[in-house]
Nanobody, 119 residues
Framework: QVRLVESGGGLVQTGGSLRLSCAASGSIYSINAMGWYRQAPGKQRELVATITNSGSSDYADSVKGRFTISRDNAKNTVYLQMNSLKPEDTAVYYC?????????????WGQGTQVTVSS
């Protein structure tokens, strides 16, 4: 099992920045990909960004150029730096982890952290 603990959410004004952190523990040898998803009220959960153990990253079109995903392998932690935040970024953000060889890739989930962007 892998445990994921997110932190760093909060309330920020439009144009502001936040950095989310996700610390992984447990059977981390079993994962080679981590990501961030978000779910706004009344909407489906959507992929925000992913990163592999090799550092390869990918982003949703809606956040490209504003969000950056990174990882610190020594700390088993993944970060999501969010800049130029917009009200439509308001959502609960979830950290996820899994294996590229599995279907679905992301098997483990954190509890979520609320991000609210005020206009």
């Amino acid at each position: 099992q892998v445990r994921l603990v997110e932190s760093g959410g909060g309330l920020v004004q439009t144009g502001g920045s936040l950095r989310l952190s996700c610390a992984a523990s447990g059977s981390i040898y079993s994962i080679n990909a981590m990501g961030w998803y978000r779910q706004a009220p009344g909407k489906q959960r959507e992929l925000v960004a992913t990163i592999t153990n090799s550092g390869s990253s990918d982003y949703a079109d809606s956040v490209k150029g504003r969000f950056t995903i990174s990882r610190d392998n020594a700390k088993n932690t993944v970060y999501l730096q969010m800049n130029s935040l917009k009200p439509e970024d308001t959502a609960v953000y979830y950290c996820s982890a899994g294996s590229l060889a599995a279907t679905p890739i992301f098997k483990y989930w954190g509890q979520g952290t609320q991000v609210t962007v005020s206009s």
